[in-house]
C-alpha cells in the first residue's frame, strides 16, 4: 500500500451540511473529526463558531459554505458571508460559482465574484475553494473556470455540492488537476462514499474529499493497514446527508 493513515484522514472534509442536522448531531460530528484526525469540518455556517471551539487548538480546520448550494447570491453577500465566516473562525471557505453566470458565458462576471471573496479571503490569511458544480457545465467551461481560479490564485478547485444531480466524476477529476495550475489543488465531492472510491480520486492527483462516510471509511483504512480502531470520545456519528 502505498499509503499511510494519515495521508487518507488529511484528504477528507468532514461534511456536516444537511440541513436537517440538529445542534447535538453537529456536536457529534464534529467530535468525530477530531477522533479521526481529519482535514476539516465543513458545517453550517450558522454552527461555524460553536465548530471552530470545539476544534480550537486541534490540527483539524473549520471550514464552510459561501454562496451555498446554488451560487447566485450577488457578489456583496458572498463577501459578506466570507467576512463572516472569517470572524467566526472559519480557515477555509467552500463558495459556489454563479452557475448562472457559466452558463451565460458571463465570464467577468465569474471572474469578479470570485475574485472578491478570494482577495477578502487570502486577506486574512484563510483559503478559497471554488466550486464549480460540474454536472451542469461542459468541459470547456470546466476548462476556463480552472483557468480563471488559477489566474486568481484559489487554493483548490471544487467539482460539486453533493447537492446537484450528479457529483465528482473520476473523468472530471483527471480534467481539472490537468487544466489547474500547478499550485491550484483538487477537490472532490459528491458521491464518495468508500475507502476504494476515496482512493480512486487520490489517484487522480486530487488532495481533498468531501464526505459523511468518513468513519467508515477510515475504519476502512485502519484494517487494511493492520491499525487498531479508533477509540471514540465523542458521539455519535451524524445521519448521512449531503455530500
Known amino acids: 500500500m502505498d499509503y499511510t493513515y494519515l495521508d487518507i ?15 447535538q448531531q453537529l456536536e457529534d460530528g464534529i467530535r468525530l473529526a477530531l477522533d479521526y484526525g481529519v482535514a476539516s469540518v465543513c458545517i453550517l455556517p450558522y454552527a461555524l463558531p ?15 459554505t459561501i454562496g451555498f448550494p446554488h451560487g447566485g ?7 459578506a458571508e466570507a467576512r463572516r465566516a ?13 452557475i448562472s453566470a457559466v452558463l451565460s458565458g458571463d465570464w467577468d462576471y465569474v471572474r469578479q465574484d470570485l475574485k472578491a471573496v478570494i482577495d477578502v479571503t487570502h486577506a486574512a490569511g484563510r483559503k478559497v475553494k471554488v466550486i ?8 470547456e467551461q470546466k476548462i476556463r473556470l480552472c483557468q480563471i481560479s488559477s489566474e486568481l490564485n ?11 444531480p450528479g457529483g465528482a466524476t473520476l473523468d472530471d477529476l483527471r480534467l481539472m488537476r490537468r487544466h489547474a495550475a500547478p499550485h491550484v489543488q483538487v477537490k472532490a465531492a459528491g458521491g464518495v462514499r468508500t475507502l476504494d472510491a476515496l482512493l480512486e480520486v487520490r ?7 468531501g464526505a459523511t ?23 455519535a456519528a451524524p445521519a448521512p446527508g449531503g455530500y
Open 132 to 139: 464549480f458544480e460540474n454536472c451542469y457545465l461542459t468541459n
Open 203 to 209: 489517484s487522480t492527483g486530487a488532495t481533498r474529499c
Open 73 to 79: 447570491h450577488t457578489t456583496e453577500v458572498k463577501v
Open 213 to 235: 462516510r468518513t468513519a467508515e471509511m477510515l475504519d476502512e483504512c485502519r484494517r487494511r493497514l493492520g491499525l487498531p480502531p479508533v477509540v471514540r470520545a465523542g458521539g
Open 9 to 23: 484522514a488529511k484528504m477528507i472534509d468532514h461534511s456536516l451540511l444537511n440541513p436537517t442536522l440538529t445542534r
Open 86 to 98: 472569517l470572524a467566526d473562525g472559519g480557515e477555509e471557505l467552500d463558495m459556489v460559482v454563479n
Open 50 to 64: 460553536l465548530c471552530a471551539s470545539m476544534l480550537r487548538g486541534s490540527n483539524v480546520r473549520a471550514s464552510t
Open 154 to 164: 484559489a487554493d483548490w478547485v471544487k467539482t460539486s455540492t453533493g447537492y446537484a
